[in-house]
């Protein structure tokens, strides 16, 4: 099997790669800072013996995306981890546009390009496992994060109308939203931001993450607790929860 992640120089689109590689699947690794790449490279094929292919690609430039699609799909992609994005703080009236704009490009306009694509094909051939990063933020409004949140829902609901759609055909593909809380990546250090809670291992949650995409599991979190946290959340009025969500974010060290 042959996989392509996105936003695999760190954090959890790198340790997707490395779980994947550990089960075998030969992985295309696509970021921005080719020497992350290379160093992710050498040891994927060093421990695990996979082939392993390096695209240096900036995914905030659609022309980019496309090239991205192009180049490889000679290879038969069977999996796509849909994950490259990034996060902008700051309350809406203040927070830089450029930065939103280019964050919007990556995290929706990115995301649905290849979404939509790799779909295409998977379809077609009647098999794939498509798994797109979205996050427990997409779930609800979130005041001092507005952008980023939106953009998460949007993953998110995308995910959930497309596997209902790949159900009703009773399509072989597979689609999954993976919908985090906090992790220990650099997401904090370039949107500026500090975590309230402990965030939960990149490592754990990757592993977790790709058993329960090819187990075919729709929405996926890190634990029960979260799970249920969610289903809790269902019962409570947004304008509470976008409230509740704006005490946190506000706290934030900027």
């Not at 590689?21 to 800072?33: E, F």
């Not at 689609?175 to 997401?187: D, I, K, R, Y």
Request: glycine share 8%; with cysteine.
């Amino acid at each position: 099997m042959v996989a392509l992640v996105t936003g695999a120089s760190s954090g959890i689109g790198r340790d997707i790669a490395r779980s994947l590689a550990k089960h075998g699947v030969n992985v295309i690794i696509t970021a921005r800072r080719r020497d992350r790449l290379s160093e992710l490279k050498s040891e994927l094929t060093k421990k695990y013996g996979v082939k392993v292919l390096c695209i240096s690609a900036d995914l905030s430039k659609e022309k980019q995306v496309f090239k991205l699609y192009e180049a490889v799909k000679k290879y038969r992609v069977d999996i796509l981890i849909n994950n490259a994005g990034f996060g902008v703080f700051g309350e809406f009236t203040e927070s830089s546009l450029e930065s939103e704009l280019d964050m919007l490009s990556v995290n929706i306009r990115a995301m649905h390009i290849l979404f939509k694509l790799f779909l295409r094909d998977f379809k077609e051939r009647g098999f794939g496992y498509i798994m797109n990063t979205s996050s427990l933020a997409g779930f609800i409004p979130g005041p001092w994060f507005s952008s980023y949140y939106a953009s998460k829902a949007y993953v998110l609901r995308m995910t959930q109308a497309v596997a209902e759609e790949l159900r009703a055909q009773r399509s072989n593909v597979h689609v999954s939203a993976l919908c985090p809380g906090p992790v220990a990546t650099e997401f904090g250090e370039r949107a500026n931001v500090r975590f309230l809670s402990r965030p939960v291992s990149s490592e754990k949650l990757a592993e977790h993450a790709v058993r329960e995409m090819f187990g075919g599991e729709l929405i996926i979190t890190e634990n029960c607790a979260v799970k249920a946290m969610l289903a809790g959340a269902k019962l409570v009025p947004d304008r509470v929860l976008a409230f509740c969500a704006g005490l946190f974010q506000s706290r934030r060290k900027k």
